[in-house]
């Protein structure tokens, strides 16, 4: 391992460190141990590295996370600007950048309000604490008679002062280690914190400003695609390169092992270029063979694994002499990240210095990757991350990053801007892994649940750059000297990988959790929204209602019956109540209610979700007019920007529920383009309504926690409708009509 | 791709002569001869509309267009119909509705219901659903956008 990558001890302790950050700060605030230092600081420790005084009048906050969409820059900015006693417009923020930013490796798990907001509000009530303490010198008072509004000092006798005047008299005075010791604020005291305001990134966006790095123009640019091979495995035989190369305005043709792509002048010539180049491509036949789409249930468990117990209590334990023993099995299909623009980045060799633009979730972790293909040192690349379309984890952004550098590399002192086309997105970037998932469970007389066994396979849903042991770039496989991938880290519970959210979150005596990591890849697998717990969610809360109808139970009773976590008691009451969930209701046939609950990550965001639906019998299309959700996410900072994240949470489950999946045969990739990958549109969206709990607690993250609810939650409408219960995602017309 | 030719072109009440061969895409020349953010490449095959805008009366994806065929058309994009500072109806609901995650498909969204509301003033829910089927968007901001165009044609009615 060299570079800057984790290595896999390392990645696993550093999870253990959140472990221990988290269940520090959850802990009563009369606590008197010293606070620890917050999680991000710790390997990022000057103030500087974090917030900057500029001369216009406003404060530069650097965060190693990135804005995918989900609107973090706007919460961190209200943090920020809640501990500095500023208006949060006056905070610019600027998100990963190896050349300027601190290292927080990835922005992934809904942790970056827990993470990089935790490491700001320290910061900034340092930076507070220390302009205060030098206005306090300036005019010769005790720090705490002062008070800081709007950026300005204000002393009892009515003398002011700016932040930037007292920071002038001393370019050093924000320079150096945090100590932490500035108390922040109390909750109790927050003004901006907490209040719904608007995303600091929309005026532009919807004005056409250039926001994306597809909207990057750098002096001298040219226009780049990729030629990917038509399947997994084949291997480039031949390429007859003079058609391509006679095409008006192409600069460059790079060719390295399996690695083809194509540089223009003009973008349509680079596009040209590309499908003269894959007419011109001789692919091998090799292939790796794929599962049996329609048999995925049965498939996986086949599949070479790799079983760890990942929770286990209570086995030697009697059981009742009377039970009842339940079973089933469920699936859910390979999803894309189906972002809506293809992945994009550019790529500049300068001064032997390469810099690229990436809407990459890991800054830090994707330079390492590319100094390592590039041959480069760390310190000679850097990688500034750019936003661009939505991307719900892992998708071919990073890869996009090394193909842009390969070609750049070609062109040394010339920018490239290379994006991927809908069909590279679709067959080449990863997948969220299939999933197959069993559960047995054992009934006591009295309605309690007295055993429980749960078994998931699935291949990692953890593939990303900066891992150990390898390099998970893609055309980084097919060079000449090639890499190999990373093999999976391992990824303790409470945070899992395909176990993700696999322990259940009941009160369960006996239990055993077994998690089957598939160790051979037939489909690129990778990280989208939630890891597993997608799947396992949707097989625990079908379950559940599958054993409350065993044990003649309504499912509302049911699960609070074996559930003792108050906030969990609270949002699925709060969903009923708000749906208005009749206990022992029965569909008619074609109408019904489903609930499902989940804590995610079981330390997470609490959430419950009431879906509606309506079943046509005769199309075998299922319709959703209203879906309800309560949702505790413990203290909210934009209450909108939150509620916002979770409408769009459920809105994708419901959209993977229904129609999402990955097609192919056993050769290769058939969904290529949206025809053959659909998603929710307008006309299916229904009416969403949410409750956000009150809460003062740590915030818990917002982004992927309303998932997995949903979609159980559907399924469990579907089954109270028709009384027949479909086990295999996504419920498609064809499932339905076969169901019925 | 055919031989490089001059086209005239008025895009946002500016007239502009590109040099271009007469096959390319609308979308390359909006983006990249004249620098409009905008309209956006999703697909290149018109199924999602990211690359929406304007051409004559009429919604377009400009990825399926040539520059050939626009003709004496004006081309209407996210550009022309206001700025940050002096924000279309349209566009000012979408920010008070805050009716975008990501906002890479916002683009299309905006234009889609301005043709909506160019033709119909007062759209029920249903119809801005059923105007904007076509408009992909992975965020989940659907609601919101329907609230939004609602807002704007409310706005534009007063």
């Known amino acids: 391992m060299t570079g800057n990558g984790l290595t896999r001890r390392r990645f696993a302790q550093s999870l253990g460190v959140i472990i221990a950050t988290f269940a520090l700060t959850s802990g009563p605030a009369s606590s008197q141990a010293p606070a620890p230092l917050p999680f991000s600081l710790r390997n990022n420790r000057r103030l500087e590295g974090w917030i900057r005084l500029d001369a ?9 996370k990135a804005e995918l969409g989900q609107g973090i820059l706007t919460a961190l900015a209200q943090i920020a600007a809640e501990e500095l006693d500023m208006e949060y417009e006056r905070i610019r923020m600027v998100s990963a950048d190896t050349s300027r930013g601190p290292d927080e490796q990835y922005t992934f798990g809904s942790q970056s309000v827990e993470q990089s907001g935790s490491a700001i509000r320290a910061a900034s009530a340092e930076a507070r604490s220390i302009l205060l303490a030098a206005a ?10 002062l008070k800081a509004r709007n950026g300005v000092i204000v002393s009892p006798d009515g003398r002011q002062a700016t932040y930037w005047e007292i920071a002038s008299a001393d370019p050093d005075l924000l320079k150096g280690d945090i100590a932490a010791t500035a108390a922040p604020k109390k909750p109790s005291d927050y003004s901006i914190v907490g209040k719904s305001v608007q995303r600091i990134d929309f005026p532009g966006k919807l004005t056409g400003a250039p926001s994306f790095v597809q909207d990057m123009r750098l002096p001298g640019m040219v226009f780049a695609r990729v030629v990917r091979p038509p399947r997994y495995g084949a291997r480039l035989i031949s390429l007859d390169e003079a058609a391509a190369r006679s095409l008006p305005g192409v600069v460059a043709l790079v060719r390295d092992g399996d690695f083809v792509a194509v540089a223009a002048e003009r973008e349509e010539q680079a596009i040209a270029a590309r499908n003269a180049l894959a007419s011109a491509a001789r692919w091998s036949d090799d292939t790796a063979l794929l599962p049996d789409i329609s048999r995925l249930r049965e498939e996986l468990p086949k599949l070479r694994a790799e079983t760890i117990v990942v929770g286990t209590s209570g086995q030697s334990a009697p059981l009742p002499d009377e039970i009842k023993r339940v079973s089933a099995e469920y699936s859910r299909a390979y999803l894309s990240h189906a972002s809506i623009g293809p992945s994009c980045a550019v790529a500049w060799l300068k001064d032997g210095r390469m810099m690229v633009w990436s809407h990459t979730q890991g800054a830090y972790p994707l330079r390492g990757d590319l100094a390592k293909v590039l041959r480069m040192q760390t310190h000679e690349v850097d990688v500034i991350h750019m936003q661009g379309a939505g991307c719900y984890g892992h998708n071919g952004g990073d890869d996009a990053a090394l193909d842009a550098a390969l070609v750049a590399r070609a062109l040394a002192g010339r920018p490239v801007k290379l994006q991927w086309m809908r069909d590279d997105e679709f067959t080449h970037a990863p997948f969220s892994p299939g999933m197959a998932m069993k559960v047995e469970a054992a009934l006591a007389a009295d309605g309690r649940i007295v055993d429980w ?21 893609l055309a980084s496989w097919g060079l000449e000297s090639p890499f190999t991938k990373s093999p999976p880290p391992h990824i303790p519970q409470p945070f899992g990988d395909g176990d993700r959210n696999a322990p259940p979150p009941y009160e369960l005596p006996r239990k055993e959790i077994r998690n089957h990591l598939l160790l051979d890849s037939p489909l690129r697998n990778g990280s989208f929204r939630t890891l597993g717990a997608h799947g396992n969610i949707f097989a625990i809360e079908s379950f559940m209602d599958e054993i409350a109808k065993a044990a003649d139970r309504d499912p509302l009773a049911f699960r609070l019956a074996h559930l003792e976590d108050p906030r969990g008691r609270a949002v699925l009451q709060a969903a009923a109540k708000m749906a208005g969930w009749v206990p022992g209701e029965q569909g008619d046939g074609r109408h019904g209610r489903g609930l499902a609950y989940c804590r995610y990550k079981n330390i997470g965001m609490y959430a419950a979700a009431v879906v509606d639906v309506e079943v046509d019998r005769e199309s075998g299309i299922v319709k959703v007019p209203r879906i309800v959700m309560a949702a505790d996410i413990g203290c909210v900072i934009n209450p909108d920007g939150a509620r916002n994240q979770i409408e769009g949470g459920i809105l994708q489950a419901l959209s993977i529920t229904l129609k999402e999946q990955v097609l192919f045969d056993r050769r290769e990739v058939t969904s290529r383009d949206w025809s053959g990958y659909s998603i929710l549109t ?23 926690g309303s998932l997995p609810p949903t979609s159980a939650a559907l399924a469990n409408a579907f089954a109270r409708a028709t009384g027949r219960r479909i086990r295999d995602l996504p419920m498609t017309p064809d499932r339905v009509k076969a169901a019925l | 791709m055919g031989e490089s030719m001059s086209y005239r072109l008025t895009v946002n009440g500016e007239t502009h002569v590109v040099n271009a061969a007469g096959d390319t895409p609308l979308l390359y020349v909006l983006r990249n001869d004249l620098g409009l953010n905008g309209p956006k490449f999703g697909c290149g095959l018109g199924q999602c509309g990211a690359c929406a805008a ?20 004006e081309v209407i994009t996210l550009e022309g119909l206001g700025t940050a500072e002096k924000p279309h109806p349209l566009q000012k609901s979408f920010v008070d509705e805050q009716a975008a995650q990501c906002g890479y498909c916002s683009n299309g969204m905006i234009v889609a219901a301005k043709a909506l509301l160019d033709r119909n003033r007062d759209p029920s829910e249903d119809d801005i659903k059923n105007a904007l089927a076509d408009q992909l968007c992975r965020c989940g901001a659907h609601n919101r956008i329907v609230r939004a165009v609602r807002r704007a044609a409310a706005e534009l009615e007063r």
């Open chain 1, 56 to 64: 216009d009048g406003t404060v530069t906050v650097f965060t190693g």
């Open chain 1, 136 to 145: 306090a010198r300036r005019f010769a008072v005790r720090s705490e008679t």
């Open chain 2, 54 to 73: 304007i051409v004559g009366k009429d919604l377009q994806r400009t990825c399926s267009i040539a520059l050939q065929d626009i003709g004496g058309d």
């Open chain 1, 682 to 704: 307008f006309p299916e969206v229904p009416k969403v309504e949410i409750v956000l709990v009150d809460s003062s607690d740590p915030s818990l993250g917002a982004g992927e």
């Open chain 1, 453 to 473: 066994s749960y078994d998931v396979w699935s291949n990692s849903h953890a593939m990303r750059p900066g891992q150990a042991g390898g390099v998970n770039l």
